[in-house]
């Protein structure tokens, strides 16, 4: 196994990683997408915000990787948001198709005769 294989799935087990799963390959998740996308996406930005303040006020460098990791979390949940409701719209329109063709597949022919020979 490669070590980009090991590292692609350990971080498949980090919590905004999860958290996007479970709005994105779930049914009941797709309608939390934009939520998601303002309140963790925003939150983000605003520790972004914060720890740049904090390192132009001469604090210590290292929350520059700090920074980095707001920045790429934020893109994924600011991204999460519209992908999820392009799949919900998907997701609504398949489900009312399946529901026309039940309701025209359980309506019972006139004649069983017809069908029967």
Not at 35 to 43: K, N, Q, S, T, Y
Not at 57 to 81: S, V
Not at 82 to 105: K, N, Y
Request: hydrophobic share 45%; glycine share 8%.
């Amino acid at each position: 196994m490669k070590v980009s294989e090991r590292g692609h799935d350990w971080f498949q087990y980090a919590p905004t990683n999860l958290l996007i799963n479970a709005i994105r390959y779930r049914r009941r998740g797709l309608k939390w997408g934009i939520p998601a996308m303002i309140v963790l996406g925003g939150g983000y930005i605003y520790g972004m915000a914060i720890c740049y303040t904090i390192i132009t006020r001469e604090g210590p460098g290292p929350l520059n990787l700090l920074i980095l990791l707001f920045f790429w979390n934020a893109l994924k949940f600011l991204w999460t948001g519209p992908v999820s409701l392009i799949d919900l719209t998907r997701v609504r329109a398949q489900e009312r198709r399946q529901r026309r063709e039940s309701m025209h597949a359980a309506v019972a022919p006139e004649d069983y005769s017809e069908t029967l020979a």
